[in-house]
């Protein structure tokens, strides 16, 4: 939790003197590719889906998920970007750096979910009955907004 806690402070302080809300926009900004990428894959991997990328690990999860949920993320990640006026060096860095928040983002949520597997457990928590609790809710982000922020601050 702590590189990811670190994460959102560091991009949060982004260029702060220039322009207050610049890294309130970088946070957001992030926060909308991974929820794009997840919203995107679910409506993919339900009317596309039939190659099941890790099925011992969460059995609904397709790899035409994954396509449409980085699909979705890049047009987010583009739309997002010139609204809220996110500085890239360039389109094609936008690009890569969006591919790899979102990949990344997918990848924590299979370890949160081999986590409850390996526990046999199916919810991370009770607070909100039936989504596999608060842990599902901030897997891929947690995963995301660490390697968002070093690609973005190196790139």
Not at 17 to 37: E, H, N, R, T
Not at 120 to 127: L, R, V
Request: charged share 15%.
């Amino acid at each position: 939790m702590l590189p990811f806690l670190w994460s959102i402070v560091i991009l949060r302080g982004q260029h702060y003197y220039l322009d207050p809300y610049y890294g309130s926009k970088l946070v957001l900004f992030v926060c909308l590719i991974v929820w794009a990428a997840d919203s995107g894959a679910y409506f993919a991997g339900k009317s596309l889906g039939k190659r099941k990328m890790a099925p011992h690990v969460s059995p609904n999860k397709t790899v035409e998920g994954l396509i449409g949920g980085i699909v979705t993320a890049l047009v987010v990640a583009w739309g997002s970007s010139l609204l809220f006026d996110i500085q890239f060096t360039s389109y094609v860095s936008m690009t890569m750096i969006t591919l790899a928040t979102v990949v990344i983002s997918v990848l924590g949520d299979l370890v949160e979910s081999m986590f409850k597997r390996v526990s046999k457990i199916k919810d991370s928590s009770n607070i909100i009955p039936g989504h596999g609790g608060v842990l599902d809710r901030v897997d891929s982000l947690t995963a995301a907004f660490p390697v968002f922020a070093l690609l973005y601050l190196i790139f």
